[in-house]
């Protein structure tokens, strides 16, 4: 991925990708060129698209936010008459989706919970999205199983990668039809711009995809995609360092009495720490000093929040912990100083 752009060049082009900002390109008479209009394509949403689809080994095309990708993905999945079936534990926004907007179009939906997709009857469905690990719930599904039993009833795999990234995870490689991400999380990973993306080695299903962004306007900006290009070089890196504080952190206050209940889904960074109530968890979160109270998870900085106040189904005291680039013993420390107090 570090190498996709840098091999490529010219002697004198920039390693880094120019924010090319028109809605024009030049075009004299019959169009000999893809660059037509600014709503179709941009280099600088090409040079990110590119680092991505190194990373998913997979075209990709990209989107101004996770729900634009989410919303693409649907729209070129789901038909009028269709059943979709999503997580009831999985991010919240996509289930909106499907209630407020696209049950108007005729497409119904049904959430249950991630650990019940496995013995599933998927008969009645045309796709079937899968988040695991699922966000805010943090439980798993295997997306090679799902995607096994999907393909003998003829419906597609849909599948949020958001929480591990295609670092951590390759649902493509394990059957599913689609990758969603949110690249305002940990892919951006700076916390200063939205994103996202869709991915797939189906091309049929790829120019739909391209297709739905051009017709509906939905291309991101040159700046996002410069910035985003440009977190995604140390994407390892933060990883490597969220991870690894992660894991030691939950070896650390696994059994800690200030806690109920801990989950952690084994990789990744982002942590379910229950406490006995709301007040307890909002006193954690906020009298931590290296916890940043805010909604959103994977970028550099530590930071939490409690899932209740959006009306997750989570109980009220669970706070959804995640960790950041600092130090791993500072953070740690921090952390365990502040259950001493509650
Ligand atoms: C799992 C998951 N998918 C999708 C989204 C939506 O992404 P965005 O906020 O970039 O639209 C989020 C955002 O929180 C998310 O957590």
Not at 15 to 23: D, E, F, K, L, N
Not at 67 to 94: E, F, N
Not at 122 to 132: P, Q
Not at 260 to 282: C, D, H, N, Q
Request: hydrophobic share 45%.
């Amino acid at each position: 991925m570090l190498h996709a752009r840098s091999g490529a060049l010219d002697n004198g082009e920039p390693i880094s990708p120019p924010i090319v900002t028109t809605a024009k390109y030049a075009l004299a008479g019959t169009p000999d060129t893809p660059y037509t209009y600014g709503r179709d394509i941009n280099p600088t949403v090409e040079a990110t698209e590119a680092a991505i689809a190194a990373l998913e080994e997979a075209p990709v095309v990209a989107f101004p936010s996770g729900m634009a990708a989410i919303t693409a993905a649907l729209m070129i999945t789901a038909k009028a008459g269709d059943h979709v079936l999503v997580p009831s534990d999985g991010y919240y926004v996509t289930r909106v989706m499907l209630e407020e907007i696209l049950s108007g179009h005729d497409i119904q939906f049904d959430a249950i919970p991630t650990r019940d997709f496995a013995a599933a009857d998927l008969s009645k469905y045309a796709v079937i999205w899968v988040e695991t690990p699922s966000n805010p719930g943090l439980d798993l599904c295997s997306i090679r199983s799902v995607s096994e039993a999907a393909k003998a009833v003829d419906a597609t795999v849909v599948v949020d990668n958001t929480t591990l990234t295609p670092l951590l995870q390759r649902p493509l490689d394990l059957g599913a039809d689609l990758v969603v991400s949110s690249d305002t999380k940990a892919m951006a990973g700076h916390s200063d711009c939205l994103y996202g993306h869709v991915a797939t080695r189906d091309e049929a299903l790829f120019q739909k995809v391209w297709k739905w962004r051009k017709v509906s306007g939905s291309i991101p900006d040159p700046f996002p995609s410069f910035l985003v290009h440009r977190g995604l070089m140390t994407l390892e890196l933060r990883l490597e360092r969220m991870c690894t504080t992660a894991r030691a952190l939950v070896d650390r206050i696994g059994d800690h009495p200030a806690i109920e209940t801990i989950k952690y889904p084994g990789m990744g960074f982002v942590i379910g720490l229950t406490f006995s109530g709301e007040a307890r968890a909002e006193r954690f979160i906020n009298s931590c000093p290296a916890i940043f109270a805010s909604t959103s998870f994977g970028g550099v900085h530590t930071s939490a929040e409690r899932r209740a106040r959006w009306a997750d189904n989570v109980a009220e005291g669970f706070v959804r912990l995640s960790v950041g680039c600092e130090p791993t013993e500072a953070l740690i420390s921090a952390i365990e100083a502040t259950l001493a107090e509650l």
